[in-house]
């Protein structure tokens, strides 16, 4: 029996592509390129036609003096163009294709609800929202989400290369890692379920199993908030490491992280990054300051009174930013030391003083991109802390039942991924960050 496959003309044509791309140019060489008609420029006697491509974009040589069938492309037409390849230092990537034959896949059957070929995609953020799926085959609103890919896979890549095992938690629970009443509800087979606040409870229960993981996946928050900050679905790219010394070996993680996919982004991503004019940050070290310590140096240097002695205002947050960079020239800084009544029943306690917890935020740029610390271990401690704060045992006997059983000393943290690219980019909503963003007013599409 023979079987035959078509691998090796697949083969040949990705092979000759990436060789042009990469400036080996190989003159009137046949190729077959599919993608979408991006755009079409009729110059009289030529005609230009883009094609749009993963890759990027391609241009194609029409002479309507050799090709009888101009008539039949329209712009979005999914296509097969097939013709000889020609240095051109003024196209994209240095070379164009002389169109011989092309081959229509598909056909528009609408107009397009925006002009996705313009440079910049001068419309209202609802609207691009509205017609998404077509809105980011503009390429510039498409390389928004490269970087995002590129940020995803140096968070995976370094982990993996730090001993860390990629877990995958469920999203539908009995209780809240978190706690509080910021929670989507719903039931399950006629019982009250919700929707995980995080995978805080099971990202530490495999800590007793694999000693170091991490996951990327949604998480869901019913907070009331409408602004160009917060989503009620985002996703958190999270870890969990045992056997630490101090939530120090947490942040230096993190930091190790941010220097690997700065380094990834600038290498694998730097189309993307000129595009849209992405200057990454230099990390030597992330300074680390107290909660309390900040607080009170960025009140009296900016004369601003404190208004709320237990967590972080925006706006405190952005002067603590614009200080450090002051001081440090740094765009990222580590905020330590959280007042224990502002973070959940699981966090450490300082033994130098109960009221603060071993635990940190990172801000970058005077937006706080990830929450972390140190973790209680021990089963008393765990359920005298419950008890101070009038905590119930139901649903989380599971998740209790492994430090009955023994933990390691343990710590992590979650980081919000479309603030992090928002803020890398110079975005000015977290929704441009965000495939299909869920917030108070859209579920759709």
């Not at 603030?419 to 890398?424: I, Q, S, Y």
């Amino acid at each position: 029996m023979e079987f035959v496959t078509k691998r090796e003309e697949k083969k040949s044509t990705d092979a000759l592509l990436e060789e042009l791309m990469q400036g080996t140019i190989r003159e009137d060489e046949r190729i077959s390129l599919k993608g979408a008609i991006h755009t079409i420029r009729d110059m009289g006697d030529i005609v230009f036609v883009v094609l749009r491509r993963r890759e990027g974009l391609f241009q194609c040589i029409y002479e309507k003096s050799k090709v009888t069938d101009f008539a039949k492309l329209k712009e979005a037409q999914t296509v097969k163009i097939t013709g000889t390849i020609r240095s051109e230092q003024r196209a994209p990537h240095g070379f164009e294709i002389l169109v011989e034959e092309v081959e229509i896949y598909s056909t528009p059957t609408k107009s397009m609800p925006l002009q996705i070929s313009k440079w910049k995609l001068n419309t209202s953020l609802e609207a691009k929202l509205d017609y998404r799926a077509v809105a980011l085959r503009n390429v510039r609103e498409r390389a928004v989400f490269k970087i995002q890919e590129g940020i995803t896979r140096g968070f995976r890549d370094y982990l993996y290369q730090e001993g860390f095992t990629e877990i995958h938690t469920p999203k539908l629970g009995a209780k809240s890692a978190e706690g509080g009443a910021n929670l989507f509800k719903l039931e399950y087979f006629h019982r009250p379920a919700i929707l995980q606040q995080s995978p805080q409870f099971y990202k530490q229960m495999m800590v007793g199993v694999f000693d170091r993981v991490f996951e990327t996946a949604p998480v869901f928050r019913a907070e009331k908030h409408n602004t160009k900050r917060h989503l009620n679905e985002y996703t958190s790219l999270d870890l969990e490491m045992g056997y630490i010394d101090s939530m120090d070996d947490i942040m230096d993680v993190e930091t190790g992280f941010l220097k690997y996919t700065f380094e990834l982004l600038k290498r694998d991503y730097a189309k993307e990054l000129k595009m849209l004019a992405v200057e990454l940050p230099e990390i030597t070290e992330i300074p680390r300051v107290r909660f309390d310590e900040i607080k009170r140096k960025v009140s009296e240097k900016y004369d601003r009174k404190i208004k709320n002695p237990y967590d972080l205002e925006p706006e405190e947050e952005a002067l603590i930013g614009k200080y450090i960079k002051e001081e440090t020239g740094s765009d990222f800084v580590f905020v330590t030391h959280y007042p224990s009544k502002k973070r959940p029943f699981y966090a450490m306690d300082d033994p130098a003083d109960p009221t603060y917890t071993l635990s940190f935020d990172l801000l970058y740029k005077g937006l706080e991109i990830t929450t972390g610390g140190q973790r209680i271990h021990k089963y008393d401690e765990l359920i005298k802390k419950m008890e101070t704060r009038n905590m119930e045992e139901e649903g989380m006997e599971d998740y209790l039942s492994v430090f009955a059983y023994g933990m390691p000393p343990h710590g992590g943290l979650g980081i919000g991924l479309e603030r992090l690219t928002m803020e890398l980019i110079g975005l000015e909503n977290i929704r441009q960050a965000t495939l299909f963003p869920r917030d108070q007013s859209r579920l759709v599409p």
